[in-house]
């Protein structure tokens, strides 16, 4: 994993610890203005795939929470907070947890060059209904 707010990579270093008991190893990146954070364990493997496997089949607070901590964003002067991922499916998953709480929202596609990857946006007061449903961990 890697993240730019060392107190919050401290803190999911913690987590992965009291979750797992494994001791990740936590370094600042030379390359960039990171920190990384680093699991060499299978169990560590096995367990997240069960997790993902579960959390996939019964979405809920903590599993979107982590999805928009890692892959969302926040446009204040806007009001509006964004969802993005090339991955199709997890795109669904998302929309569909937004559906069932009644939170309107839009997909649409970007390109740009040869990427492609989809965007979900909620706008106006549908983002501070969002906020009830989110388990947010992240600082920003």
């Not at 795939?49 to 806007?78: C, I, N, Q, W």
């Not at 947890?97 to 997909?107: A, N, S």
């Not at 390109?111 to 979900?120: A, D, H, L, Q, S």
């Amino acid at each position: 994993m890697t993240e730019r707010n060392e107190s919050h990579a401290r803190y999911l270093a913690e987590l992965i610890l009291k979750i797992m008991g494994i001791i990740p190893r936590i370094f600042k990146d030379k390359h960039s203005n990171t920190w990384r954070i680093r699991l060499y364990r299978k169990k560590a493997y096995n367990l997240v795939r069960e997790l993902v496997k579960t959390a996939v089949r019964e979405p809920d607070a903590h599993l979107m929470g982590g999805l928009f901590d890692a892959e969302g964003d926040y446009t204040y002067s806007k009001k509006r907070i964004r969802f993005t991922n090339k991955d199709y499916e997890l795109i669904s998953l998302v929309s569909n947890y937004l559906e069932k709480h009644g939170i309107i929202h839009h997909i649409y596609l970007r390109r740009k060059g040869r990427n492609t990857w989809y965007v979900i946006e909620i706008y106006g007061r549908n983002t501070s209904l969002l906020l009830l449903y989110l388990d947010l961990r992240h600082p920003k």
